[in-house]
């Protein structure tokens, strides 16, 4: 098994650990996503991706539906995506992307948090180089032999391709997510959720004092409405 197989084991349990946060997540979504490319979701393929995505998590149809109304309504305003970069304690890259609708608020609370915990805040390409940005796909695993799947993929860009408790996933570089969904529906195969991860090429191990200081960062940051994920270098 490769990287991407290794880094989803890991971060199996912890990601969309709160219900909440995963709708409050999804919700930003739908606003950049309907921005982009309007509220229908046969022709924004961002959107789709979306919808799926909270399909996953079930987040109930009408509250889907009422966010594109609302992401609809040209006086809402808009989300931006902010990438932060830094370093944890013991020397741990970490990276963390924000969906904001004010930069200012957002630049203040991440820089406390590396400051309270005695981080650096990084200026831009500091630890980014070292993630591989990536896409994936869940889709059902039965009938589907996911050998077959990743033949069949490898030129429209996937990676990886491995079967977990809940169906198929296919991994591939960031710049191939239109490919491979494109694909996939061409080939009706259901598209259970979709994604990018940043997936660190190294990773660093700590002993449990060290990965306590770490997680009081990755915690606070977490639990931070502006932030939808966070990566690091340490190993899980």
């Known amino acids: 098994m490769g990287r991407a197989f290794e880094f989803r084991k890991a971060r199996k349990m912890k990601r969309w650990s709160a219900m909440s946060k995963a709708f409050t997540r999804i919700g930003k979504d739908i606003v950049m996503a309907v921005k982009e490319g309007g509220p229908d979701p046969d022709s924004n ?17 009408d509250n889907v539906e009422r966010a594109i109304k609302r992401a609809s309504d040209k006086s809402l305003g808009d989300y931006k995506e902010v990438l932060f970069e830094g370093y944890a304690p013991h020397g741990i890259a970490v990276l963390v992307e924000t969906a904001t609708d004010n930069n200012t608020r957002t630049v203040a609370n991440v820089r406390s948090y590396f400051n309270k915990c005695n981080g650096n ?36 860009g996937a990676e990886e391709v491995f079967v977990d408790d809940d169906g198929i996933l296919i991994y ?65």
């Open 45 to 61: 393929s961002r959107l789709r991706a979306v919808i799926q995505n909270a399909k996953s998590v079930n987040m109930p149809k």
């Open 121 to 156: 805040l990084g200026t831009s390409g500091s630890v980014e180089f070292m993630f591989d940005h990536t896409c994936n796909f869940r889709i059902p695993a039965e009938g589907l032999d996911p050998e077959e799947i990743e033949l069949e993929l490898i030129d429209f």
């Open 172 to 236: 591939g570089p960031f710049e191939s997510f239109g490919a491979l969904q494109k694909e996939l529906e061409n080939r009706e195969i259901e598209i259970l959720s979709s994604g990018f991860e940043r997936i660190p090429q190294v990773t660093k191990a700590l002993n449990e004092e060290e990965t306590a200081d770490v997680e009081k960062l990755l915690e606070k940051l977490e639990e931070d409405d502006d932030v939808q994920n966070v990566y690091h270098s340490m190993q899980e």
